[in-house]
Every structure is written in structure tokens, then in C-alpha cells.
């Protein structure tokens, strides 16, 4: 029916007053999206998109005809599921059951109630939402190790097909009697077909016929099961497989074929296939010829499992079951330095509480003004509150640049984080931290002297964050996200306090363009600050790429707020700007084959961009630049990633011009 291939989609509806299908898919380049298939101008017809799909079913669906009502779940592929209804014609959203760990969901067309399943315990349990949906009651519970899915409601409303996978491997359709279930002292059901691993099962209109499809020849074809003769009809032979059939009318029936591109969708005779040959299966033959490997076959847990040899249900104790992850010695950096010393970890396995030290010394006296000893420590609790405490901080990046992060003088530092909202893609997190130093000279790579060496910050980030990625993506492609961050430094606090505030806001959007995997990056951000000349620490300093030489920040620093390529790093001092900025990342270029040994060149990320910067400096009060970045991700051994990293940029003002370059590689995953 189609000439575009759609990935990975979900249960396919038929709407017979606009003649369409509708299904969610997801495939690549594109965000999971639920269309409407038009039969008569074959044309997609996107109606809303699909957050956090899993990846082969997307999501569970269910589609109300007569209320023009479409119900999906979010959270497919980790947290717990949400329920949404969408309003087809007035493309209204909204959730009626979240965090509810339901799926698999189908609607009774006679009555409108909502079937689902519910995951949780360990078990299986099939529930219900009688219109107008304002609870959900629970049914029955499967045993442990049995799980259904699939379900769907005969149009007159009196039968429930379902999927039950057990515990021993076998897969089956199975039929409900809905009066039993709702109002029947016990719960029973009849198995319709165990044959290939059946699955997808749907009704015909007049509920006198089910269509499924199965592995029963060795690949996924399309059957019927008719309970007027109670036969079952093979309808199709294809070499690549059906899947979720749908009646259209008596004659059609709608479904999607298997390619290796994704899923298209395919119009077939409601009749029986000509031919339809079985396979030849070697495991077959193998049991054939060894029919010992039956006893290979899993055993039905609830009856080799004994209970009685499970130990008490208790409470977690976190502080009993701390456990040291290691105790090794280490070389690192301060500043020219070298430290030798030795780095421990301590956790329990929640990370519940989280305590990690580097101690050590520099022996070699590269700088004889330098300090000896050398000190790092930061506990966690919960992973939400923190405390940091650092004697001339080792950082192991200093052995190999020229800016340094090693800072003389000590720091202790609070932390606290906090998500008002945990719901992905969006999620609203705030971060609070307090920091007290003592005995600084240099703050930013030691590359800015501070007023005075004592001094204390307060820092309060909150940051709204909706950006998705595309399958094939090799970063961010669509949405929003929105930071605002207030600081507060004080010093002086022996004598007369000396105080300065600033704020700054930033707005990034995300979008595709032009072509797949291309995306227009747009940020916005203004700063503005009550100023105090004692404490010109806490001023905005913009400039540079940001990358170093050997690093493990991002790889793509210049998208920071006070980065600005073209002029050196921190050079420009300021109270308050407006910065905009516009950049384009290119589709990645993935490449196959050039590798040496198990090292790997995977792909090239490659990005132009400019920004414009409107502030008050002494180098200049409007600015310009314009660059370019390249990316190179090696895999290395499969697993790990390192990122080696050129750029280029150029910067006008009224008063000056200035360009850089640099080099970097990134260890580890970005």
C-alpha cells in the first residue's frame, strides 16, 4: 500500500468513516508518531507524537470508533506507564492514568470499557476501567511466570482474546467469557490455539471470526479461526513474514509485512492460501536424533521452585551492606605537578550512600612553591544530597594540559538535587549548592585572579528539559529546554560583607530540518548582575572553545553559555549580555569497515554555527563569530568510546578580531 517503510509500529485500527488505519510507528530519522494511513490516497497522516517508545512494540494502544477516542501508553521503555487518550478530531491530549503500569490495553466498542494488563509484583494481572475511566479495578492474576498480552474485546463485547506466554516456553491464544470475568465466581478460559507461537489476535466485525498470525510453518503467516465450523484457515504463504491483521470487510484484510527497512503495510484476500508448505527445522532434527534435550526444556516454576528455601522478606539496610569497590593506588595531576596517591570507593549496592577519596602527594617538587599534600572526598546520599570537601585538588587532566583545574586552597561544598518532575523526555530538576574556599588565588583554570582568597557561593539552577532523539540520531534532534541560574557570592565576612548577585537565562531549541538527522540549534541566553568590584570573581567571563587538549567535559563545549570561539578562553570580563546563537549539526556520516584490529572508527559528527553577543567589555560591546567543529567517535574493543575532536572559529567586534583553533580527544563516552 505504501512505498515508505514505517519501523517498528504498534496494533493497526480501521476508522470506516474516514477509511483509514491508524497505528503508531517509529522508525528512523522520525520521532514515534501515531498517523492515519488514508486507504484511498495511500497518504500518512501524522496526528501526535509518541513519547518514549519501547522498541518493538512502540506502545500499547486502543482505538474507540464511536467516540472517536485513541488511548496509548508513555513510559514504554523504562519508568512506569501512563495512559493518554487522544480526541481524533479535536486533537486533544490528556492522561487519565499515570504511573498505572498498565499495557496491552483494548476497548469493549459496546460498552467503551478499558482492558489492560498490570505489571507488578512479579505478576501478571488483567484489569479493567469502566467508561468514563476514573479507576482502574483489578480481575484476575496469572501465577507467577505467566504473562498475558494482546487482548482484544469482541465488538459485541462478550469475548476477550488474549495472548498467555508461559513460563515453559509455550505461547497461546486464549478466550474469556467478559460476563464471567466481571461477574462469575471463578475464571476460566479456553485455549483456541497453541500452534507457531500465535499471536496479535483481532475480530472480525460480526465477532464470528478471529484472525491472528503464527510461526506455524517457520514464518509469521496470517490464520482465521471460524466459529460457526470451528476451522482454521491458513490465509497467506510469505517468505518474510505478516503481522497484526485487521478485517477491513468480509473480502479484505489489512497487515503488515516484514522488510528489513521496517514494517509497510499490505492489503491481502480474505481467503485461503493456495499453498502453504511446512519447514524443515534443525532443532527438530537435533531432538529427533537426541530426544534427551526434552528434559532441557524449562520446568514450570511454581513447581520446582520451593518456597521454603526463600529467606525472609526484610527491610534494606544500606549501611549493612556497604562494600568497598576498590582501594588502588593512582597517578594524577596539580597543576605541573605530578600526584601519586591512592583513590578509594564505598558504597552499598543502591548506591543509597556513595563515598569516594583521592589522596596524595606530589613528591617530585616540579614547583617548589607548589603544595605537598593533596585532597579529594565527596559522600552521597541518596544521590541527592552531597558533601564535597577538596585540599588542593588532584584532577588527573592537569598531566596533560596547559590550563589547569587543580586549584590551590581548599573547598567544602553542599549539594542538593531535586526533580519536580521526573517524566521522561520532561523533566524539571533544581540544583542547590553552597561552597565555602579558603586560601584561592585562581578560579576558571587558574586563569582568573580573585578579589579576595576567602570567600563563599551560593548556586540555585533550575533547568526544564523536553528533548528527544531519533533512532540513528548521534545527539539531541527535538525540543525544548529552558535553564535559569541564580549565584550569590559573598566575602569579607570578618569586616564589612561584600556581596554580588547575578542571574542568567537560557533557552534552547531543538529541531530537524532540510534533511534527516539534520538539526537546527537555536539558544538565547541573557545575564544580568547587581555588581560589586570586590568580589569581581562572580563576573560573566566569556570566550573560547572550552575543549582541552585531553578531556572529559562534553565534546561540544562552544554550546555553553559562556563559551565564544574566536576569542582566547575567559579573556572577556562583563556585567551583563544578551548572546544568541545559531548552529547547524549535520546528519552523522557513519562508516563501516575502517577499523584497525578491534579499534573502530564509528562515525563523524560535523557542525557550523555563529553567534552574536551584545554586552559591555573593554575589548568590545557587539560581537560576531562564526566556526566549525568535527567529530570523530572511535569504539574501542566494542564497548569503550573515545571522541577526537578539531575546531576553528573567527570573532569580530567594533574594536578587534581574533580566531583559534584547537585539538582534543575525549576518554570515555560523552
Not at 478499558?114 to 482502574?136: A, C, D, K, M, N
Not at 566569556?542 to 574566536?566: E, H, I, M, T, Y
Request: glycine share 6%.
Amino acid at each position: 500500500l505504501s512505498k515508505n517503510t514505517f519501523g517498528w509500529v504498534t496494533q493497526p485500527y480501521f476508522d470506516s468513516q474516514t477509511l483509514s488505519i491508524i497505528y503508531g510507528y517509529h522508525r528512523s530519522a522520525h520521532l514515534a508518531t501515531l498517523q492515519k494511513f488514508h486507504l484511498l490516497t495511500r497518504n500518512s497522516e501524522d496526528l501526535t507524537s509518541i513519547p518514549t517508545p519501547s522498541i518493538y512494540q512502540v506502545a500499547s494502544t486502543a482505538f474507540d470508533a464511536s467516540n472517536n477516542l485513541f488511548f496509548y501508553t508513555t513510559n514504554n521503555n523504562k519508568l512506569y506507564r501512563d495512559v493518554w487518550v487522544v480526541d481524533m478530531l479535536t486533537k486533544e491530549e490528556k492522561i487519565i492514568f499515570p504511573d498505572s503500569r498498565i499495557g496491552n490495553i483494548t476497548i469493549s466498542a459496546s460498552t467503551h470499557d478499558l482492558w489492560g494488563v498490570q505489571q507488578q509484583g512479579g505478576l501478571s494481572t488483567l484489569v479493567i476501567s469502566p467508561y468514563p475511566y476514573r479507576e482502574i479495578e483489578p480481575i484476575f492474576s496469572f501465577d507467577f511466570g505467566e504473562e498475558l498480552s494482546h487482548l482484544a474485546v469482541s465488538k459485541s463485547g462478550e469475548k476477550l482474546a488474549a495472548v498467555l506466554h508461559r513460563a515453559s516456553g509455550q505461547q497461546s491464544i486464549i478466550l474469556f467469557d467478559v460476563g464471567e470475568l466481571l461477574y462469575g465466581e471463578s475464571i476460566s478460559f479456553n485455549i483456541l490455539t497453541s500452534d507457531g507461537s500465535p499471536e496479535n489476535p483481532s475480530w472480525s466485525e460480526d465477532g464470528k471470526t478471529i484472525y491472528w498470525n503464527a510461526y506455524t510453518n517457520g514464518v509469521s503467516n496470517l490464520y482465521r479461526y471460524n466459529f460457526s465450523d470451528s476451522t482454521t484457515t491458513a490465509l497467506t504463504h510469505c517468505l518474510t513474514g505478516l503481522f497484526k491483521p485487521i478485517e477491513i470487510s468480509p473480502d479484505s484484510v489489512f497487515a503488515f509485512e516484514f522488510t528489513t527497512d521496517g514494517f509497510l503495510p499490505v492489503m491481502i484476500a480474505n481467503e485461503p492460501a493456495i499453498y502453504l508448505p511446512a519447514i524443515q527445522y534443525y532443532g527438530q532434527r537435533i531432538m529427533n536424533k537426541n530426544p534427551k534435550v526434552y528434559d532441557w526444556v524449562l520446568k514450570d516454576a511454581a513447581k520446582i521452585v520451593d518456597e521454603k528455601s526463600f529467606t525472609k522478606e526484610e527491610t534494606y539496610n544500606a549501611l549493612e551492606n556497604l562494600h568497598i569497590h576498590s582501594i588502588v593506588p593512582v597517578v594524577s595531576g596539580f597543576q605541573s605537578q605530578v600526584v601519586f596517591g591512592i583513590f578509594t570507593r564505598i558504597s552499598d549496592p543502591l548506591l543509597l550512600h556513595d563515598f569516594y577519596m583521592e589522596f596524595g602527594i606530589s613528591p617530585l617538587n616540579e614547583t617548589p612553591s607548589s603544595p605537598f599534600w593533596h585532597l579529594r572526598i565527596r559522600y552521597d546520599y541518596k544521590q541527592r544530597f552531597y558533601i564535597e570537601y577538596s585540599l588542593n585538588g588532584p584532577d588527573f587532566f592537569d598531566l596533560f594540559n596547559s590550563r589547569k583545574r587543580g586549584m590551590i586552597g581548599s573547598q567544602f561544598r553542599l549539594g542538593h538535587t531535586h526533580y519536580w518532575l521526573y517524566d521522561k523526555p520532561h523533566t524539571i530538576k533544581q540544583k542547590a549548592s553552597v561552597a565555602f574556599f579558603t586560601g584561592v588565588e585562581f578560579i576558571n583554570d587558574n586563569l582568573v585572579r580573585v578579589s579576595q582568597p576567602d570567600f563563599s557561593v551560593a548556586v540555585y539552577n533550575l533547568t526544564s528539559k523536553n528533548i528527544r532523539r531519533t533512532i540513528g540520531s548521534s545527539g539531541y534532534e527535538q525540543g525544548d529546554q529552558v535553564s535559569l541560574t541564580l549565584t550569590l557570592y559573598g566575602t569579607n565576612f570578618y569586616e564589612k560583607v561584600e556581596a554580588l548577585l547575578n542571574g542568567y537565562l537560557e533557552y534552547d531549541k531543538y529541531s530537524l530540518w532540510i534533511a534527516n538527522h539534520n538539526v537546527a540549534h537555536l539558544k538565547l541566553a541573557g545575564g544580568y548582575m547587581i555588581d560589586n568590584e570586590e568580589v569581581i570573581q562572580g563576573r560573566f567571563y566569556f570566550g573560547g572553545f572550552g575543549n582541552r587538549a585531553v578531556d572529559n567535559g562534553l565534546v561540544r563545549q562552544f554550546r555553553k553559555v559562556f563559551r565564544f570561539p574566536g576569542i582566547p578562553i575567559y579573556q572577556m570580563m562583563t556585567t551583563k549580555f544578551i548572546k544568541l546563537m545559531f548552529e547547524n549539526a549535520f546528519p552523522p556520516l557513519r562508516v563501516s569497515g575502517w577499523a584497525l584490529g578491534n579499534q573502530i572508527i564509528n562515525h563523524f559528527d560535523f557542525s557550523v554555527y555563529s553567534q552574536s553577543l551584545i554586552t559591555e567589555s573593554e575589548f568590545g560591546d557587539y560581537w560576531v563569530d562564526i566556526g566549525a567543529q568535527l567529530d570523530i567517535k572511535f569504539k574501542h574493543w566494542y564497548n569503550l568510546e573515545t571522541t577526537f575532536s578539531a575546531g576553528i572559529a573567527k570573532a569580530w567586534s567594533e574594536q578587534m578580531t581574533d580566531w583559534e583553533w584547537f585539538l582534543s580527544i575525549k576518554l570515555l563516552k560523552n
